[in-house]
């Protein structure tokens, strides 16, 4: 397909190591239950019914464009969509998350997992759709989850506070575990492609739980099969790698090979950037409680983190910033201080622009 021409998207220039014309952001869960819109559309209908209806994925997927001057959206989704999509029996109980009707715990159950070998036609349908309300300055990007994220899911038969299950089939059958990442790799890279094909601008891996992981663990059980992911995409769209609670395993994620690192709330982005096993564009990283706060603790946090990333770029240990979240936009937050926290983001370009011109 011939991709739109994004040469003036902020989020597109900052992801390739240049300057944009201003600091891009957008928000990890900025479509969601914070927006009123969002809880009027999906009243009724299950989360994952949802991510199959091409005309409410792309109505979700935009809403938080057009209400918080975004410089991106994200693909409205799941992490357990492909699997879904596939034929498993999984469904998102609220309040829990997503549960798995039968689990997978032995080197049976992982033979007759499912393949997702078919493009998935609602996506790219809601893909089309959302593209052409975008503008050529505001990017799409799509995401799929990390293979460590799903198999925990498939592993504990659902979310887990200790992974206990998981990792002790890593540890006592890491035969099977590696046949499990195996299966996985290809349904994550299909589902992937169909949003490529359909023309998303980048791509975000999510890694929700490679945080409970040592730096040892995420390198002989995970690491391999996040960078055979990212491969499948280099040099066709930017691509950005993002875990939960990781800051011990930057280094190492960093390897996978995407052009974008995000870093959660909990390590100063030029902390992070150094812990890079080369330099790479960052993302974040205001810790989403702050959203409730109030506006000049914002504007505080948004200098310091933007202070940092520049420190990172003078130091030569990272190309580029965009700016985002240290992770997903909390259900409760007001979609008013959202966007305000977007308006300080980019005021603040103009702010130093002007101080920098006066001087």
Same mark, same amino acid.
């Given at each position: 397909m011939t991709r739109r021409d994004l040469t003036h998207a902020p989020l597109i220039e900052a992801a390739h190591g240049r300057t944009p014309a201003r600091t891009p952001v957008w928000f990890m869960r900025q479509a969601g239950r914070s927006l009123p819109e969002y809880r009027e559309v999906r009243e009724g209908i299950p989360m994952l019914d949802s991510c199959f209806m091409p005309d409410l994925l792309a109505e979700i997927t935009l809403q938080p464009v057009r209400r918080h001057d975004v410089d991106a959206a994200i693909l409205f989704s799941d992490i357990v969509v492909p699997l879904k999509a !596939?034929?498993?029996?999984? +469904?998102? =109980?609220?309040? /829990?998350? $997503?549960?798995?009707? *039968? $689990?997978?715990? &032995? /080197?049976?159950? =992982?033979e007759e997992l499912p393949l997702?070998? !078919?493009? =998935?036609? +609602? #996506? !790219?349908?809601? %893909?089309?759709? %959302?593209?052409?309300?975008? &503008?050529?300055?505001q990017a799409l990007i799509g995401f799929v989850g990390a293979p460590f994220t799903l198999a925990s899911y498939l592993v504990e038969g659902g979310p887990s506070k200790n992974h206990e299950k998981t990792k002790a089939m890593m540890h006592a059958e890491p035969d099977t575990w590696h046949a499990l990442m195996r299966r996985l790799v290809p349904t994550i890279t299909s589902f992937l492609r169909t949003q490529v094909e359909a023309g998303i601008d980048a791509m975000q891996l999510f890694?929700?739980? !490679?945080?409970?992981?040592?730096?040892?663990?995420?390198?002989?059980? #995970? @690491?391999?099969?996040?960078?055979? %992911?990212?491969?499948? #995409?280099a040099g066709e769209i930017p691509r950005i790698h993002f875990g939960v609670a990781t800051g011990e395993l930057l280094g190492a994620m960093s390897e996978a090979g995407?052009? =974008?690192?995000?870093v959660d709330w909990r390590v100063p982005l030029d902390t992070a950037a150094r812990r890079?096993?080369?330099?790479?564009? @960052? *993302?974040?990283?205001?810790?989403?409680?702050? @959203?409730?706060?109030?506006?000049? #603790?914002?504007r505080s946090e948004v200098a310091r983190i933007k202070a940092e990333a520049k420190r990172a770029m003078e130091e030569g240990t990272a190309t580029g910033h965009i700016f985002n979240l240290g992770h997903g936009v909390l259900p409760t937050t007001d979609a008013d201080a959202v966007t305000e926290a977007v308006r300080i983001i980019h005021e603040t370009d103009d702010t130093n622009e002007t101080d920098e011109t006066e001087a």
């Open positions: !596939a034929g498993v029996d999984v +469904e998102i =109980v609220p309040g /829990k998350g $997503p549960v798995m009707a *039968q $689990p997978i715990r &032995t /080197k049976r159950d =992982v997702l070998d !078919a493009p =998935v036609d +609602e #996506v !790219a349908a809601g %893909i089309e759709t %959302i593209l052409a309300e975008l &503008t050529d300055t890694d929700s739980w !490679a945080g409970f992981l040592t730096e040892a663990d995420y390198r002989e059980h #995970v @690491l391999p099969y996040s960078t055979e %992911i990212l491969e499948t #995409v995407s052009e =974008v690192m995000g890079f096993a080369s330099p790479r564009v @960052l *993302q974040g990283n205001l810790d989403p409680a702050l @959203l409730f706060a109030g506006t000049d #603790v914002v």
